[in-house]
């Protein structure tokens, strides 16, 4: 079962009131919303549940950034049995998923850093393995995290490994954001600007394993431009524009016309909807004030896509269509 | 399967030339050596793999300590359709159960940072959650994780939230140390007493659920005593010392007649063989010069149990007896 994530829109107004519910009628919204809400935290830590990652308090100019990402065999990636591997043969592309997976699950939480305005530092690795695992697999799958960490200078420090009948890497990701740098999700102001840093749409079919996280793209923009606000596409662009709206209580207007549709997106029906719904494109999603904006947009650094509105949490098209801000359902 | 991890010993001498090999005849130490061997890392890194955290830098007086542990069901702790769980009446021991669980997810990791020396901080916690479990269970693991955070004033500050079909807990904490309080695996010198703050075996009947870090302790020895090595007590008394060892390049006698053996392993039969070989303890398990030692034990702050040897990698009993230092199969 390919990308069978929770369901993140939350299933009912108040789903938490209810102690015998599941896990899948509340939702990962709810849940998140729950846990945030009973949570507390001391004055060391700027910014815990709510934002890329979550911000504490480092030295007299910067921040530390802290972030985690868990990816599951059968949830994020196909199941290996796919592959059968277990007693395969380990030809070329067995190889190449595992390097694929490995560099996927360090460049979504380094892709997570870049969105707060800051760089990737060190990172712990949890792995759990199947006992009858082949260690060229488990070398590939370091190969694909050692690569990527090379690349954008990440440190490997540690870690944890466990026996696990399905595959699970978990990566948690120190960083650090000089304090005037710092971009969160609550910084939208009326009259923004929304940007995108690339097309949107279909990463599934290839961009998801082998996306370039983007942090140089985020660095330009924080070092050059006033950027107010900012977000990986993760969950795709509807989705991930809903949670700048909820943090910084405001609404937005969509460009539908302007949405970079990627090339793979093109080819498919509906491409649109891919391009406003599909996750894992790790694209930048950004907003700053009109003047900044434009700048940003004659240099190609990022696409106009949308305007930020005083309607707190409403979502709508430029030609006045409504959109659902908790999902895609209803598009 | 409850505890059924991985084989920690290695399974040959140089396993890893065999590409081939599966994960289970390489063994949890031997992937940890292959992983480490090829990872490099920027001087910001004053220790990465191969002590109980990583130790980075951070301020003029300070380190930072980064530290991340993967419980999984039926690994780590038995599966949840013992209990009925998926649709079951959710009674106070199915609920108990989850909040132990949680509470100790996030003990291993305090126990780690204790035994360098240090304080916790901020935790992320990634769960993955069967779609169908009840959010009741939720509520207690988090619970449970929230008690003691509070407890030890750890900070949670986000996490990750995916579908699981088994429960999967990963915890990331971030600490500091001092850095003249800073212990490691790798400071034990010839001549050093051995101590152990506590008795051992046993602890999978009841301590390793409900046991208490034991940062208080290690506080109280790094602030009053010189400590020149220290681990806690995971994966049992033999492995762990040996891990000290290993790091320091030195061997060790242990008196075997000295070990404090736990109330519950006593009434067990080789009740001695449970206090070496068993794990989940998490006592702190430490170094120190003799006059040192022998204040601490008069204070009956630990019992002195061993001594450090000048012979490399060679543990052996008072009465001469070698001991495996990689395991328990041949004792």
Same sequence: chains 1, 2.
Avoid at 34 to 62: F, H, N, P
Avoid at 128 to 149: D, R, S, T
Avoid at 186 to 192: Q, T
């Amino acid at each position: 079962m390919l990308y069978a994530k929770f369901d993140v829109r939350p299933k009912c107004k108040n789903p938490l009131l209810n102690i015998d519910m599941k896990i899948n009628q509340i939702g990962e919204l709810g849940l998140i919303e729950k846990i945030a809400r009973q949570t507390k935290t001391d004055k060391s830590v700027i910014k815990g549940i709510g934002d890329d990652t979550a911000v504490l308090k480092y030295s007299e100019k910067e921040y530390l950034l802290f972030t985690t990402d868990m990816l599951l065999e059968g949830v994020h990636f196909p199941s290996l049995t796919h592959f059968h591997l277990r007693g395969g043969s380990g030809c070329g592309s067995e190889v190449k998923f595992f390097y694929n997976i490995g560099r996927k699950s360090l460049a979504c939480n380094i892709s997570d850093i870049a969105a707060m305005g800051g760089v990737p530092q060190h990172c712990l690795i949890s792995v759990g393995l199947p006992a009858n695992l082949e260690w060229k697999f488990v070398n590939q799958l370091y190969a694909g995290i050692k690569k990527i960490a090379q690349q954008f200078k990440v440190n490997i420090v540690g870690g944890d490994t466990i026996k696990s009948p399905k595959l699970i890497i978990n990566i948690a990701l120190l960083g650090k954001v000089l304090k005037k740098k710092l971009v969160l999700r609550s910084g939208a102001r009326k009259g923004d600007v929304i940007l995108v840093t690339g097309s949107l749409g279909g990463a599934i079919l290839d961009k998801h394993l082998i996306f370039i996280p983007r942090l140089k793209e985020a660095q330009h923009l924080v070092n050059n431009f006033n950027i107010h606000s900012m977000i990986d596409i993760s969950d795709g662009l509807v989705l991930d524009l809903s949670r700048i709206l909820k943090q910084s209580k405001k609404g937005a207007k969509v460009y539908l016309e302007k949405i970079p549709i990627s090339v793979v997106a093109k080819k498919e029906k509906d491409s649109l909807k891919k391009a406003l719904y599909d996750g894992e494109d790790f694209e930048l999603l950004f907003t700053a004030a009109k003047g900044t904006a434009k700048k940003i947009a004659s240099e190609k650094l990022a696409c106009i896509i949308g305007e930020i509105t005083a309607q707190e949490n409403v979502l709508e098209s430029s030609d006045g269509t409504k959109l659902d801000i908790n999902g895609y359902e209803h598009f």
